[in-house]
């Protein structure tokens, strides 16, 4: 029953690790982490992401800028940018190294350990990127919502307001991180038996030398 919960484990470990990776990679690159809705032209809505900015028309479609300068960025989308890339190639690493490490994967089936040990390096690397995917979604709304509620700002000046992007982000961490924690779980539990094949190939051995042995007491 262990290795059903072991093969069970590994297969809803890296889905759930792969959807969050794809969705940390939209999340990267989704105009949408902040909205900006105008009251006094509501047929105008602003867009800002961690690379470029769009205001989105009714009658004219979207037209997006791309940032000028990256130090000219604010702390907290310059330091959501560098955390993003960091977790797109964790991840990207993980499912690499995880791939290697499945039961279903039968090269380097003799090499349990080292097997056991790739599924664990390739749990941690998931781990790793979820994290660095919800802190800078979770700083941007924080910021948000500080800037949201700051009573220095006039009440006649728009705010910005949570995008869809930062919801995308949290979903890509929470599954980055639990896809990880199943594949760190599989990894611990007992490790599935070799194939049929390496079976059948040790009991005719183990039947040779019993042959092998007895012959030698005959001619003794």
């Known amino acids: 029953m262990s ?11 890296i889905s759930l ?8 990679c939209l999340t990267n690159y989704l105009p949408h982490w902040k909205n900006l809705n105008l009251e006094l032209n509501e047929m105008e809505n602003w867009t800002m992401g961690l690379w470029q900015t769009c205001v989105i028309q009714e009658e004219g479609g979207m037209e997006c800028k791309d940032f000028d300068s990256f ?13 993003m890339f960091l977790s797109n190639g964790l991840g990207f690493l993980g499912l690499l190294v995880s791939g290697f490490g499945l039961d279903c994967l039968r090269i380097g089936e003799r090499q ?4 056991k040990r790739l599924l664990i390096l390739g749990g941690v690397l998931f781990w790793t990127s979820g994290i660095t995917a919800l802190a800078p979604v979770s700083w941007v709304a924080h910021i948000t919502v500080q800037e949201f509620w700051d009573e220095t700002i006039p009440e006649i000046v728009p705010r910005w307001e949570f995008g869809e992007a930062l919801f ?3 979903f890509a961490g929470f599954f980055l991180v639990l896809g990880g924690s199943l594949l760190n779980y ?3 539990l007992a490790q599935a038996p070799p194939a049929s094949g390496h079976y059948a190939a040790a009991e005719a051995q183990d039947h040779c030398q019993q042959l092998e042995m007895k012959n030698t007491n005959v001619k003794i």
């Open 17 to 24: 690790s792969l959807l969050g990776w794809v969705l940390s």
């Open 186 to 188: 599989a990894a611990c």
């Open 71 to 83: 130090l000219a960025l604010p702390a907290e989308l310059r330091f959501s940018r560098v955390l």
């Open 112 to 115: 349990q350990d080292l097997k």
């Open 3 to 13: 290795l059903v919960f072991r093969t069970v484990a590994q297969l809803a470990g």
């Open 168 to 170: 995308i982000g949290w």
